[in-house]
C-alpha cells in the first residue's frame, strides 16, 4: 500500500471524524441486543453504530486539538488544500463511481452525509494559539486518546450482531473483502495525482506513516477480526 492511498486516507480519517460530529445523536442508544432483522439500510447501521460514539467527549477532545494543537491546524490546512484535488484525481480512477453506486444501492444517503460534513467543516474552530496543556501529539495521540473513551468491547460485539443480521452491513463487509475492492485499491495506488499529492503530505510533515496504520488497522478489523 503506497502513498497514493495514504493521501485518501487522510481526507478519509477527515471526513470520518467530521461525520461523527455531524451526527446527530438520537434520544436513547439502542441496546447491543439486537432484534433479527434484514430490512436495515446501511444509513441506518451507520446511524445505529454511532450511538455508541459518546459524542461530546470526542467533540471536546477534537475541538482542543482544532484550536491548540499546531500538527492538526496544518494537517486541517493541507486536508482544507488539497482536498478537491483529491476528490477529483479519486473520480478519474475506474470503478470508484461503481463503488459510490453500490453503497448507494445499499441505501447509504451519501448526499445528506455530504451536506452535514460540509456544513461542519465550514464551521469547525479557527486554530488559536499552540498550547500543550489543552492538546498536544498531533493526530496520533487525538486518535488515541478518542479510542481510549470509546466502547469497545460493547461496540465490538454490537458490529458482530450487525454483521449476522443486517444484510445491509455483510454486504458491506462482502465488498470490501472482495477481490473487486483489492483491484480498486491498487487502481488508487497507481493514481500519478494521488502519489503526487501524498509527496506534497510528506513534505508538510503530515503524518503519513500513522495515518497507513489506522487504515491498515481499520481494514484488518472489519474483514477479519470482526469476521
Not at 110 to 124: A, D, L, P
Request: with cysteine; net charge negative.
Amino acid at each position: 500500500m503506497n502513498g497514493a492511498l495514504v493521501v485518501v486516507g487522510m481526507v478519509v480519517v477527515s471526513i470520518l471524524l467530521a461525520s461523527i460530529l455531524a451526527y446527530e445523536s438520537r434520544a436513547t442508544r439502542r441496546s447491543t441486543e439486537m432484534e433479527v432483522s434484514t430490512k436495515n439500510s446501511l444509513d441506518e447501521d451507520l446511524q445505529d453504530i454511532l450511538e455508541f460514539v459518546p459524542l461530546k467527549e470526542v467533540e471536546k477532545i477534537i475541538n482542543d486539538y482544532l484550536m491548540y494543537d499546531k500538527q492538526i491546524h496544518e494537517t486541517v490546512q493541507f486536508v482544507d488544500e488539497m482536498k478537491n484535488f483529491v476528490l477529483e484525481d479519486l473520480k478519474r480512477i475506474p470503478g470508484i463511481l461503481n463503488f459510490m453506486n453500490y453503497l448507494q444501492s445499499q441505501g447509504l444517503d451519501m448526499e445528506n452525509w455530504s451536506r452535514k460534513i460540509k456544513g461542519f467543516w465550514m464551521c469547525k474552530p479557527n486554530f488559536v494559539e499552540s498550547n500543550q496543556k489543552m492538546a498536544s501529539g498531533g493526530l496520533t495521540t487525538m486518535i488515541n486518546r478518542i479510542q481510549k473513551i470509546l466502547p469497545k468491547e460493547e461496540l465490538h460485539e454490537y458490529l458482530r450482531q450487525k454483521l449476522r443480521y443486517s444484510r445491509s452491513f455483510r454486504n458491506f463487509i462482502i465488498l470490501i473483502s472482495s477481490d473487486h475492492f483489492v483491484e480498486l485499491c491498487e487502481s488508487v495506488e497507481k493514481s500519478v495525482g494521488l502519489q503526487r499529492e501524498y509527496f506534497w503530505a510528506t513534505e508538510a510533515g503530515i503524518e503519513t506513516t500513522f495515518t497507513l496504520e489506522l487504515l491498515k488497522d481499520l481494514y484488518v478489523y472489519l474483514t477479519e477480526t470482526l469476521v
